[in-house]
């Protein structure tokens, strides 16, 4: 790769990398990450659970996010806040993925960058949500209820609850979920 090109990768990087310095106001290595990895079947419910979160917040800001590297750190807080390099996390436009049977769409991924007397930034990646915010006790309960009341607006919801689904592969390719009807045989 020529220099000139492996300066502008990297500059776009730093982008990011710099948003989240500015907005944070302290030194990235010096933040909190908490992640939970939820059901598959809650896919659909994540994402508007998030934002109903951050309905009452004063300011909040959505960016979509992309990786080109798909295996080790990939998409994860850890390789939003660390040093920009080749394979680190940008700034991209926001991707949606279709929610079978309830035709919506649903964020692939998002970044939310928020102020609640804290800042923090919330990352969404499939079914895992991470957040970042102070290292300190204040920051540490903030993580801790947040998660908390996320499950219950998640739990609330049940997009999916009561229906038989596949969470399988169909032709070599992943799918999200698929829902089917129950089948009622002859006795």
Request: glycine residues 10%.
């Amino acid at each position: 790769m020529a220099k000139l090109e492996w300066e502008k990768q990297i500059a776009s990087k730093r982008v990011l990398h710099n948003k989240l310095k500015q907005f944070f106001g302290v030194s990235l290595e010096d933040l909190h990450i908490a992640t939970r990895n939820f059901r598959g079947t809650s896919w659909p419910d994540i994402q508007p659970a998030i934002e109903s979160y951050f309905a009452v917040h004063s300011y909040v800001e959505l960016l979509g996010v992309k990786s080109e590297r798909s295996v080790g750190e990939g998409l994860c807080m850890t390789a939003l806040l660390g040093s920009p390099g080749l394979w680190s996390p940008e700034i991209a436009p926001i991707q949606y993925d279709e929610v079978p049977d309830i035709g919506e769409r649903r964020l692939r991924n998002g970044l939310w960058l928020a102020v609640d007397n804290m800042p923090l930034a919330v990352l969404l990646h499939g079914t895992t949500v991470e957040i970042a915010l102070a290292k300190d006790d204040q920051g540490l309960r903030y993580s801790e209820q947040f998660f908390k009341d996320l499950e219950n607006r998640i739990n609330a919801a049940g997009t999916f609850r009561g229906k038989a689904i596949s969470l399988g592969r169909y032709g070599g390719r992943a799918c999200r979920c698929t829902r089917f009807g129950w089948y009622r045989g002859k006795r």
